[in-house]
């Protein structure tokens, strides 16, 4: 049933949702690198929004430990967990973030290859701003591949699970995209990203959502996912997985790590639960 409703939603994600984020894009790509005059296009990427930087993580800082729990949802690792459930009750909501998760890899290294801008703490004096958590040096800063991550799982979830009612439509895509939002800026809040670093990783990471969709609606490379004999294959990777996330509570003792962690035995259980049940 749900998932059905799920194929339903997903036969309504067409590719020229895509369109208006591609151009926001390349809007932001004249302003930023192409009518940069006068400047190294780093130095003028980071200039322009070094104010905005310090306000927003002067502000959100404010709040450190609810900024490091949000900020983990950017971490496949933990944000994947909590709809594993998933798994058994909508296999094509899966089937549409696997193939998603995969073109994000590829996409966010390329990116952040080809821009190679440093991040906050390799540009600004670390005293001068917050950083909560690990402090990060590399020329990895755009896009931010956590907002990426983040928005493609916020991006699925608003088309799997729409409702058909326009006025609950908004309702809904305004909670999804405010959650994915609070995600997404505690990049900025952990001193970790540059404010404009999230905003192009969640539109990259929404447009990669609807071509792993659409990928989805006209292939099955993925529906194998469906079929509970590859069952044992999920149990014992969320077995794993457990084991990765009991090793971050244990550096990190954040409540996030535990409402990932709860959400995979449950559907550790549920899964073997349902393979049992099919077996014998």
Aim: proline share 4%; charged share 10%.
């Amino acid at each position: 049933m749900l998932d059905r409703k799920v194929i339903d939603n997903f036969k309504n994600v067409k590719l020229g949702l895509s369109i208006p984020p591609f151009c926001f894009l390349f809007l932001l790509a004249c302003y930023f690198f192409i009518f940069n005059e006068g400047e190294n296009y780093i130095d003028g990427y980071i200039n322009i929004q070094e104010d905005l930087f310090f306000y927003l993580n002067g502000k959100l800082s404010a709040f450190p430990n609810l900024q490091f729990n949000l900020t983990q949802l950017g971490d496949v690792l933990i944000f994947f967990p909590l709809v594993t459930i998933f798994i058994i009750y909508a296999p094509k909501f899966w089937e549409a973030l696997l193939i998603s998760a995969v073109l994000s890899l590829v996409v966010s290294a390329a990116l952040k290859k080809l821009f190679a801008v440093p991040r906050p703490a390799a540009m600004f004096d670390n005293e001068s701003f917050v950083i909560i958590g690990e402090t990060l040096l590399g020329r990895t800063s755009l896009p931010s591949g956590h907002s990426i991550a983040a928005f493609i799982v916020i991006t699925i979830l608003l088309f799997a699970f729409m409702p058909k009612k326009n006025t609950h439509k908004i309702s809904w895509s305004l909670f999804i995209i405010a959650l994915g939002f609070a995600i997404t800026i505690s990049r900025v809040g952990v001193g970790a990203h540059y404010p404009v670093d999230v905003v192009i990783g969640s539109t990259i990471g929404y447009i990669i959502a609807i071509f792993g969709i659409h990928i989805n609606n006209k292939l099955s490379w993925w529906s194998w996912v469906e079929n509970k004999k590859y069952y044992p294959i999920f149990m014992l990777l969320f077995v794993i997985w457990g084991g990765v996330i009991v090793t971050k509570i244990l550096a990190n003792n954040l409540p996030i790590f535990y409402l990932s962690l709860f959400s995979l035995v449950m559907s550790l259980y549920l899964i073997t639960s349902a393979y049992v049940q099919e077996k014998y």
